[in-house]
């Protein structure tokens, strides 16, 4: 493989046998070999296990599992996308194939409209802006597709300034790239390669953190079509395209279904509706020091935020890292006990009760330490005591001693005076 996939264009999974995100893609990525092959396509479709070969997996940069890669040529792109059949797929054909795609006429035109919310155009012959704009491809084609055609070629509805031109078309109209306004096309296409407007989700927002832009969010229930529900999500789309040209440098609007995917990024209790404004840069967030009853009341809370005025909340400070450690903890071990007892009982019981009898040996061995040396200390000083009373024997017995002499010296005496007498 490595001696020869130059000669191929190859869509790799690097994976690990003991990672259970790699067992569930597996079917989905068998599925995706099927037809892949089915359909004729030049992409080769493969698996390797990352743990096996490890120095090739190095060399194309895999620090994760599983890691899906599209090689081509001395070229490696990676798939960051939802993992399932068609979104991998169309990655893999988006990739495989040119970075510019001609449109030759108004009809296939249309054709490609169609099929994509969000569409890329250069118009023009060979120019710098050209040779930046195929640049700016090969690093973004991962994400989106780009095309040129010729200025005929374009709806009638369509004025350009001047050309060379870069167009977006999406959300029912055009937008024209301005250097002057809009600065690195590489970072202007980043921003514009998302609908004014988007359903929210997990990898949504992860994908937006690229981007650089804020993101105002309507926290809704998309079952509940209650008055409220459906006002929050309506002022936001007001917002996001009547006042576009005010705010689409600096903010991504949308709506999210549901508030517990909001609770654990915020770590916090939102209650819905409602309205928050994430930092994807720095973690920070956003909430309406008022209701926001109108679109005046939207702008002017967006307003706020962009002058300094709006109180930042959270962020990625020291003691925002150590709730967020603490928070997780929880959450695992909430989540781990709500979806199996038994398993979370062993898993978090077992290690307690392995603690618990350690401490209790350690403080059982100290106790019987302790007794062993009040025996120890109570037999010596028992041996001192009948030290002390053999000595206490002893003097008296020399006592005894004493007296018995004395009395024979007084009886000596008593002899001779009783000798003198006679």
Request: glycine fraction near 8%; charged fraction near 30%.
């Amino acid at each position: 493989f490595k001696e020869n996939r130059k000669d191929d264009i190859w869509l790799v999974d690097f994976y690990a046998p003991w990672c259970g995100h790699c067992k569930k893609l597996e079917p989905v990525w068998n599925e995706v070999g099927v037809e892949m092959r089915n359909m004729g396509s030049p992409v080769k479709v493969g698996k390797m296990d990352a743990t096996s070969f490890s120095s090739i997996a190095s060399e194309f940069g895999v620090r994760g599992y599983p890691t899906i890669k599209l090689l081509k040529g001395d070229l490696a792109y990676n798939y960051r996308g939802p993992r399932t059949k068609d979104d991998i797929i169309e990655f893999a054909n988006r990739v495989a194939g040119p970075l510019i795609r001609p449109l030759p006429s108004q009809h296939m035109f249309e054709h490609v409209q169609k099929r994509h919310r969000v569409l890329f155009v250069y118009v023009g012959g060979e120019s710098p802006l050209k040779e930046k704009y195929i640049e700016v491809a090969s690093e973004l084609i991962v994400y989106t597709y780009f095309f040129s055609a010729s200025e005929d070629v374009l709806p009638e509805y369509v004025t350009l300034p001047e050309l060379p031109a870069v167009m977006v078309f999406k959300d029912g109209t055009y937008f024209v790239y301005d250097e002057y306004e809009d600065g690195d096309l590489s970072s202007w296409i980043n921003r514009e390669r998302f609908q004014g407007y988007l359903h929210v989700d997990g990898f949504t927002l992860y994908e937006l953190g690229d981007t650089g832009k804020l993101v105002a969010i309507a926290v809704i229930d998309d079952k509940n079509s209650s008055v409220e529900h459906t006002r929050l999500k309506s002022i936001i789309q007001e917002v996001a395209r009547d006042y576009r040209d005010h705010f689409h440098r600096d903010f991504q609007f949308g709506h999210m279904d549901g508030n517990d995917y909001i609770n654990s990024l915020l770590m916090d209790d939102l209650t819905i509706p409602t309205i928050v404004v994430l930092n994807t840069s720095n973690q920070q967030y956003f909430l309406p020091d008022r209701h926001i009853e109108s679109t005046e009341d939207m702008v002017q809370f967006i307003n706020n935020i962009l002058d300094g005025t709006a109180e930042a909340q959270g962020g990625d400070g020291l003691l925002q890292r150590i709730k967020r450690i603490i928070y997780d903890a929880k959450s695992t071990i909430v989540s781990v006990f709500k979806s199996s007892p038994l398993l979370g009982c062993f898993l978090f019981g077992l290690p307690l009760g392995v603690i618990s009898i350690m401490c209790y040996g350690i403080c059982t061995a100290d106790t019987e330490g302790e007794v062993f040396e009040h025996e120890g200390a109570k037999k010596e000083s028992g041996d001192r005591e009948l030290t002390d009373e053999g000595s206490e024997e002893e003097q008296e017995e020399e006592k005894n001693g004493k007296y018995t002499e004395l009395s024979d010296g007084e009886l000596k005496q008593k002899d001779i005076m009783e000798k003198k007498k006679d």
